[in-house]
């Protein structure tokens, strides 16, 4: 879907939302590169924490949610924020995938102590984790398959940690400028950004 939309962008629209030229060098390249993946990051830490509280520590829905506040004390506009959009969506995929992966590379485990065929097919095709471990028993295989579920979370924050750092990569495309003191002799951003 989103690269049909680029190519309409790019091809079709008189007046694009996103106009090609912003990916035209490398300053406006890295900047967007580097909101994409900011929102990757955040997303993943502001779903999968709360899940965290509600699997692992039996958290009600309200409860973790208040667990996170103690936590957490134009056409330009328009393309960083569709990236960080884009990032945001792609982010709960990527963490559903560490954790469907590391259920299916662990199931002949889950199947020994007791875990349910149906569960573990569950988890590793994408229903939703929560609801499906609130039925599991808080004791025996329910407390070794939220094990689990904290191993995989481990193996996301890895990944999540790689993305990251291609975003610290990426900000090193941002080009440095002294900010004037005398903000009338400021020039537009876009022409400093164009003369490096």
Known sequence: MYMVFFLVEWKVAKHPLVPIQFFATMPRIAILMGGFLQALIMTATT????????????????????????????????????????????????GQLVIQGYIRTHAGDLLRIGVSQITISDLTTGQTIVSILETE??????????????????????????FAGVALIASFGVPMRKI??????????????EKD
Do not use: H
């Not at 579920?149 to 940690?161: E, G, H, P, R």
């Not at 004037?180 to 950004?193: F, G, I, L």
């Open 47 to 94: 779903y999968f924490i709360p899940v965290y509280f509600q699997v692992v520590l039996a958290a009600s829905p309200l409860k973790s949610g208040e667990e996170i506040s103690k936590e957490d004390a134009s056409a330009g506009t328009s393309t960083f924020q569709l990236l960080k959009q884009f990032g945001q969506a792609v982010s709960i995929v990527f």
């Open 137 to 162: 028993p808080k004791s025996g295989p329910g407390i070794a398959l939220r094990e689990m579920f904290v191993q995989a979370l481990k193996m996301m924050s890895v990944l999540y940690t790689a």
């Open 180 to 193: 004037p003191r005398d903000a009338s002799n400021e020039e537009p951003a876009d022409a400093a950004v």
